[in-house]
């Protein structure tokens, strides 16, 4: 049996790391761990409250804390999702190529407006044009995404749980070939 190391999921706001993490840690039996959801916990206020109070300068300083916690701190390997920008700082990079193995789910610009209009809990994409504001980040991320990855999984399929056995066929392939 293979046993995983942390997986750690990055890719855009909507590739759904959030939803294919809780997926994956489900079938593996690994805890699951967001850090979107610990920054909230440890700042005791929600992401949209820090962004007003202390602009995306002290969100991301926030989620460099999180993310060194979340890959040091742990007694068992994990499946973390991360927020869609965690990949913007070179040292946010460093620690989660080095925290474990990295899954890069892509998606399209259309499926992350898509899967992200059904919420507004997402600072950055509340403007005029949400479409136009994917797109530039998507422009600027994507290379950084791809850089920090260990494998790339597309997220194309309509089903959370065949994109999730997708990215665990993807991971196993990964291994096998790492330990042969
Ligand atoms: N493969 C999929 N097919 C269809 N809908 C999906 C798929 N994956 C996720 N979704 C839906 O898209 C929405 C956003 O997903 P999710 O919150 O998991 O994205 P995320 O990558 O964690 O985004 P963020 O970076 O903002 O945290 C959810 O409503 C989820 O149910
Ligand atoms: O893409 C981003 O920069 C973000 C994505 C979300 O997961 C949150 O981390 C926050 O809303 C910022
Ligand atoms: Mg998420």
């Keep these: 049996m293979i046993i995983a190391p942390n997986i750690i999921l990055v890719g855009p706001m909507g590739a759904g790391k959030t939803t294919i993490g809780r997926l994956l840690s489900q079938s593996l039996g690994n805890e699951f761990h967001d850090s979107d959801r610990v920054i909230e916990e440890n700042a005791g206020a929600d992401i949209p409250w ?15 804390q999180a993310l060194y ?6 007694d068992k390997p994990i499946v ?32 992350q407006l898509v899967r ?3 919420s507004n809990h997402r600072p950055l994409l509340q403007t005029g044009n949400p479409k136009a504001t994917l797109s530039k980040l998507f ?18 399929t309509r089903h959370p ?18 330990n042969a």
């Excluded at 820090?50 to 460099?64: L, M, N, V, Y």
């Excluded at 700082?89 to 474990?100: D, K, M, S, W």
């Excluded at 749980?161 to 291994?175: F, R």
């Design 50 to 64: 820090i962004f007003e109070k202390e602009g995306e300068d002290g969100f991301r300083h926030r989620e460099t």
């Design 69 to 74: 916690e979340l890959t040091h701190n742990m």
């Design 80 to 111: 973390l999702a991360t927020g869609g920008g965690a990949v913007m700082r070179e040292e946010n990079r460093t620690i989660l190529r080095n925290g474990g193995l990295v899954v890069y789910l892509y998606a399209t610009v259309n499926q």
């Design 116 to 118: 992200t209009s059904k």
């Design 139 to 156: 422009a600027v991320r994507d290379p950084l995404y791809k850089e920090v990855a260990h494998i790339i999984v597309e997220t194309d």
């Design 161 to 178: 749980k065949s994109v999730a056995k997708k990215v665990w066929d993807a991971i196993e392939q990964h291994l096998k070939l790492e």
